[in-house]
């Protein structure tokens, strides 16, 4: 490996947002969601970072808004506004001055893979892929999407998205990246814990299953935190909901470590899926060596290396009494919590740490670069 020609390598990150904020009020914050844009930068390679607000929000109109986002229905829910947005703003021109572009959304990938289809982007196009696919497309869909991934390359954060993809993306350049989060941001509390006990869950996406928590959690359980930004309806009394965004920072990271530290422990209900739903919270509930009770999805991102009363405690999906008991099993056995505990913190310092995630990346990367 040229280390002095790979660090000559521009390399553009596109997110979301969140970032750049973090970035410039030079906040205290954890690595991870950054895809190894703060280690690369940190080791000298020339990165750039580029959010939504810089590279769309060119069509306001409301009419031509929803008249768009009806065809995207109709085109497999091709982001068309989006693709006309980086169009107007001949925002392709940004992205074909960087060698390398790390796709981190769904949106901005599928955009991307399709004008490098077209021929309009010429940069070497990574698409961090998370949940696309809810199930194998029919075969139209399984067409086109094999049409315009054909020259880009798909990273998958989850094996058993790896093996989705590959099953059916024949043609396609798709690997495994293991995510791992910042360790030396989520630590183990110090002392003892503040306050009252809770059991705290924590999740956005749509594959989390909170009416099936809601309506499992006992009169005689623990106080339960949920924190999220979907809607969620309880008259429980040891139930509070709190609102919370990454992106928005609705909670910031400092007091999100400080709800996992404080905790009982952690649980995640999930909906079945493919995509590696509740996996950030998992790893970073663990990094803070607290045990961890998770649905058993298709998605779990590493069947191996997850293993059940180890470092994990599984959960049927959907299954009422699968979660009351691992509740009541945390709550009774002590033993069992701490076991879980320190096999969590161990997976993480050994496999899903955010150093090893950016050590597969740059092999991945400068592995393929003339």
């Known amino acids: 490996m040229n280390l002095k020609k790979n660090k000559n390598i521009s390399i553009l990150y596109l997110y979301k947002r969140g970032r750049k904020e973090r970035l410039q009020d030079n906040k205290i914050f954890p690595s991870e969601f950054f895809y190894g844009y703060?280690?690369?930068?940190?080791?000298?390679?020339?990165?750039?970072?580029?959010?939504?607000?810089?590279?769309?929000?060119?069509i306001k109109n409301k009419f031509i808004i929803k008249i768009l986002n009806f065809n995207s229905k109709l085109f497999f829910n091709l982001p068309i506004k989006m693709i006309l947005e980086f169009l107007l703003n001949k925002t392709y021109k940004k992205i074909n001055k960087a060698n390398i572009v790390i796709c981190t959304t769904n949106s901005i990938g599928v955009t991307l893979s399709f004008l490098k289809a077209l021929g309009l982007v010429?940069?070497?196009?990574?698409?961090?892929?998370?949940?696309?696919?809810?199930?194998?497309?029919?075969?139209?869909?399984?067409?086109?999407?094999?049409?315009?991934?054909?020259?880009?390359?798909?990273?998958t954060l989850s094996k058993s998205e790896y093996k989705f993809l590959k099953s059916f993306l024949l043609n396609s350049n798709v690997e495994y990246l293991p995510f791992g989060v910042d360790e030396h941001f989520w630590l183990p509390?110090?002392?003892?814990?503040?306050?009252?006990?809770?059991?705290?869950?924590v999740g956005n996406d749509l594959a989390r299953d909170w009416e099936l928590l809601v309506n499992s959690w006992e009169e005689g359980f623990p106080n339960l935190k949920i924190v999220s930004s979907l809607p969620i309806n309880t008259l429980r009394k040891n139930i509070e909901v709190i609102k919370g965004n990454w992106h928005s920072e609705t909670l910031n990271d400092l007091e999100m470590r400080d709800l996992y530290?404080?905790?009982?422990?952690?649980?995640?209900?999930?909906?079945?899926?493919?995509?590696?739903?509740?996996?950030?919270?998992?790893?970073?509930?663990m990094?803070?060596?607290?045990?961890?009770?998770?649905?058993?999805?298709?998605?779990?991102?590493?069947?191996?290396?997850?293993?059940?009363?180890?470092?994990?405690?599984?959960?049927?999906?959907?299954?009422?009494?699968?979660?009351?008991?691992?509740?009541?099993?945390?709550?009774?056995?002590?033993?069992?919590?701490?076991?879980?505990?320190?096999?969590?913190?161990?997976?993480?310092?050994?496999?899903?740490?955010?150093?090893?995630?950016?050590?597969?990346?740059?092999?991945?990367?400068?592995?393929?670069?003339?």
């Open 38 to 58: 703060e280690e690369l930068k940190k080791g000298g390679y020339k990165v750039n970072i580029l959010e939504e607000i810089d590279l769309f929000f060119q």
């Open 122 to 155: 010429k940069s070497r196009i990574i698409f961090i892929y998370m949940g696309l696919f809810k199930k194998k497309p029919n075969f139209l869909k399984f067409y086109f999407f094999q049409y315009i991934f054909r020259k880009i390359e798909l990273l």
């Open 189 to 201: 509390t110090k002392g003892e814990k503040k306050g009252e006990s809770y059991v705290l869950a």
């Open 261 to 285: 530290g404080n905790s009982e422990f952690i649980i995640i209900p999930l909906k079945e899926t493919f995509q590696p739903s509740g996996q950030s919270t998992c790893l970073q509930a």
């Open 287 to 370: 990094s803070c060596s607290k045990a961890v009770v998770i649905t058993k999805i298709k998605g779990i991102w590493d069947e191996k290396l997850m293993k059940h009363k180890e470092n994990i405690f599984f959960i049927r999906s959907g299954n009422e009494l699968d979660l009351k008991n691992s509740v009541k099993s945390l709550v009774s056995d002590v033993n069992l919590r701490k076991s879980l505990e320190i096999g969590g913190r161990s997976l993480i310092i050994s496999n899903f740490n955010v150093i090893n995630m950016v050590n597969h990346l740059k092999n991945y990367l400068f592995g393929k670069v003339n």
